[in-house]
């Protein structure tokens, strides 16, 4: 597992700290155009799974279903940071599948949004588990779960319904078989999945490639997932006023 550095850190004129790491960039046949280190090497994929955890949850009709709009299926796929605006976002999602804050299992920390927390902490207020930069993803697996009348209670258990729907979906996109997909739980609860760095990378490639998955659920899932990145890039706004990318 040979890394190279991938960053300096400069103070000065003195470089303070060095990361060191693996990359590859893939064309859209999936061949690789640039590598760094050692691309087979294993390690979680952490948040950026999410859009991968979010697919199980639309291609079974639950989003349709429940009647979540883009913004809503955007925070499922996010690592939000705390607003007000994701908080009653979250709220909103769990209201319209008739559950409480207190059915998620993602735990509670402060927002992430510096503003934001510091006026929480100046009010005496707590954080609840919708300030979980994961309350959104933790809300699409339980209305995934409502929905197919898996248990609610234990929809983050790697051997549940829910958790098993989406390891199949990682492999699938991965193209590494389930079996050999070591499983680990992530910071918010919800299981995690090791993956070769190309893998991960493949993940993406087939993401955008919805003809190699055949069927209409799976491409509907696709054509929705694309329109919440546009929809993001239109509604969400950065701090000087012009339109964030997605």
């Known amino acids: 597992m040979n890394s190279e550095i991938v960053a300096n850190v400069v103070r000065g004129e003195t470089v303070e700290s060095l990361h060191r790491g693996h990359l590859i960039v893939l064309d859209g046949n999936g061949q690789t155009v640039f590598s760094l280190g050692d691309p087979s090497t294993v390690t979680y994929f952490r948040s950026s799974a999410k859009a991968f955890q979010a697919i199980p949850f639309i291609t079974s009709g639950a989003a349709d279903a ?15 940071s705390g607003e007000r605006r994701h908080v009653s976002i979250a709220s909103g999602m769990l209201a319209k599948i008739g559950l409480t804050e207190s059915d998620l299992r993602c735990g ?3 927002p992430f949004d510096e503003a934001e927390s510091h006026r929480m902490i100046a009010a005496g207020e707590k954080p609840t588990q919708l300030h979980n930069n994961c309350s959104g993803k933790h809300t699409a ?6 929905h197919i009348g898996a248990d609610i209670t234990s929809y983050d258990a790697p051997d549940s319904r829910i958790q098993q729907r989406i390891l199949r979906c990682v492999s699938d996109f991965t193209e590494i078989p389930a079996g050999e997909i070591a499983i680990g739980i992530d910071g918010c609860a919800a299981p995690n999945f090791a993956l070769p760095v190309a893998a991960m ?15 209409r659920p799976r491409e509907n899932s696709f054509q929705r997932l694309a329109r919440t990145a546009s929809g993001c890039a239109v509604c969400c706004r950065a701090k000087s006023g012009r339109r964030a990318s997605a």
């Not at 429940?66 to 939000?80: D, K, P, Q, R, T």
């Not at 955008?208 to 998955?213: D, R, T």
């Open 108 to 110: 509670a920390h402060l």
């Open 141 to 146: 697996m339980l209305a995934f779960a409502k």
């Open 201 to 215: 990378a493949k993940s993406f490639v087939n993401l955008l490639s919805p003809a190699k998955f055949p069927g």
């Open 66 to 80: 429940f009647g979540f709009n883009e913004e809503e299926i955007a925070l499922s796929v996010a690592s939000h």
